[in-house]
Every structure is written in C-alpha cells, then in structure tokens.
C-alpha cells in the first residue's frame, strides 16, 4: 500500500491564496489520476480536482471551477511523483480537510467520487479566516 503525504495546510486569509502538496513517494503510481477531496466539517469527502500521472491533463469539478487550480511536478524526479493543489481566492466554504489520493484504474477520480480510489494521504487541514 502506497502512503501519500499531503504537505501546506493552514491558515489562509479570506480572499488569500494556498498551495498544498502531495508527494507519493517512490514514484509507484504508474497509470490513472491522482485526486483532490476535500472534506468541511460535518460534510462528505468530495473530489476538488484530478490530473493525469502520464499525460498531466487536469480536470477540476464543476463546483470548484474558479477557487482551485491542480499541476503536477515534472522536473524529473523519479523517486517521487508530486502535485499541487492550489487554493484561489479562499473564502470560507474552502475550509475543509484536503486528501489526495491514487486512482490507477481512472474508475473514479473525474467523477468526484472518493469510493474506488486507492491509496490515500492522511489530509491537511485548511481554515479560511474571516
């Protein structure tokens, strides 16, 4: 099982800017999407945005489509794949837990679904100030 690591949670001021991180080290994903889901409190995990591990092609979800940004490391680094989320202009619905997680089937990620993805991050948390 792949452990990913979610770097750059914190605090961000309403109407700032925040880019996380999210490293699967060892470079084991292959195939598929790697995915965004964010969770707000006393809410469901639901998908934020998606990009592709060969073609590096993004998909963000409907509703998310203005406020999120995704990309990809690829300078070359073959022992570790990164992504990053980037937060734009944050207001207070932004305020969540963010995941990422694999999806090497691509059964899952540009539906915005979390069920069907693989392995997962242990999540940052993100808070907007007002």
């Known amino acids: 099982q792949v452990q990913l690591v979610e770097l750059g949670g914190g605090l961000v001021q309403h109407g700032g800017s925040l880019r996380l991180s999210c490293v699967v080290p060892?470079?084991?994903?292959?195939?598929?999407?790697i995915g965004w889901f964010g969770q707000a409190p006393g809410k469901e995990r639901e998908g934020v945005a998606c990009?592709?591990?060969?073609?590096?092609?993004?998909?963000?979800?409907?509703s998310r489509k203005g406020r999120f940004e995704i990309s990809r490391d690829i300078s070359g680094n073959k022992d570790r794949y990164t992504t990053y989320l980037s937060i734009l202009q944050a207001s207070p619905e932004v305020t969540a837990d963010y995941y990422c997680a694999t999806d090497p089937l691509s059964v899952s990620c540009l539906s915005g679904s979390w069920i069907g993805m693989n392995d997962w991050g242990q999540g940052t948390r993100v808070t907007v100030s007002v």
């Open positions: 990009v592709g591990v060969n073609d590096g092609s993004t998909d963000i979800q409907d």
């Open positions: 060892g470079f084991t994903v292959k195939d598929g999407y």
